[in-house]
T-cell receptor, first 114, second 114 residues
Framework: DQQVKQNSPSLSVQEGRISILNCDYT??????FLWYKKYPAEGPTFLIS?????DKNEDGRFTVFLNKSAKHLSLHIVPSQPGDSAVYFC?????????????FGKGTHLIIQP | KAGVTQTPRYLIKTRGQQVTLSCSPI?????VSWYQQTPGQGLQFLFE???????NKGNFPGRFSGRQFSNSRSEMNVSTLELGDSALYLC?????????????FGSGTRLTVV
């Protein structure tokens, strides 16, 4: 049973436009959420995180929104750039880190079209 | 500073054999976590070591084991390899245990079981 779901395996966006990546979760014990970015042949790199006490966190072109009642979070990238083309993973953890490490979604492959 | 180093980068093994993968964390990092990435399941948590002690273990069979040495380097071992063990194995290090956004991932070891 997947506790973190990224329902779009891929997403194509034009350069300069907004990219919106979505993530849903089922475990109500999750209280910390993260986004990782992964290029081919490299390990994932941390992008941005949000605690459940917040509903928004910004870092430059990246903003994460959290809707706890809907158990949904999204990552907005504005404006999208060619270097943003990568696989994006949503991840979640329970209070204090939990006993199961991070629970990842299966990823969304973002393709930025010139 | 040097990143997380995983060796070897690629490995081909025969079903039934065993394999040992190595991970050298960032200097000063005491926590090492291991994840398995497959196309069908995404990233799944294997286990976490902190100060030579296994802190958490994911839902994997006992064929998957690991250890951590006094210098924080970690190894994971898979015995009696099965075709389904073919995956990218990622190691992540952090200063303290259970710190999702402090994770730095290595580039992974690509294991192919034939």
């Amino acid at each position: 049973d997947q506790q973190v779901k990224q329902n779009s395996p891929s997403l194509s966006v034009q350069e300069g436009r907004i990219s919106i990546l979505n993530c849903d979760y089922t475990n109500s014990m999750f209280d910390y959420f993260l986004w990782y970015k992964k290029y081919p042949a490299e390990g994932p790199t941390f992008l941005i995180s949000i605690s459940s006490i917040k509903d928004k966190n910004e870092d430059g072109r990246f903003t994460v929104f959290l809707n706890k009642s809907a158990k949904h979070l999204s990552l907005h990238i504005v404006p999208s750039q060619p270097g943003d083309s990568a696989v994006y993973f949503c991840a979640a953890s329970e209070a204090g880190g939990g006993a199961d490490g991070l629970t990842f979604g299966k990823g969304t492959h973002l393709i930025i079209q010139p | 500073k040097a990143g997380v180093t995983q060796t070897p980068r690629y490995l081909i093994k025969t079903r039934g054999q065993q394999v040992t993968l190595s991970c050298s964390p960032i200097s000063g990092h005491r926590s090492v976590s291991w994840y398995q990435q497959t196309p069908g399941q995404g990233l799944q948590f294997l286990f976490e070591y902190f100060s030579e002690t296994q802190r958490n273990k994911g839902n994997f069979p006992g064929r998957f084991s690991g250890r951590q040495f006094s210098n924080s380097r970690s190894e994971m071992n898979v015995s009696t390899l099965e075709l389904g063990d073919s995956a990218l194995y990622l190691c992540a290090s952090s200063l303290v245990s259970r710190q999702g956004d402090g994770y730095t991932f290595g580039s992974g070891t690509r294991l192919t079981v034939v």
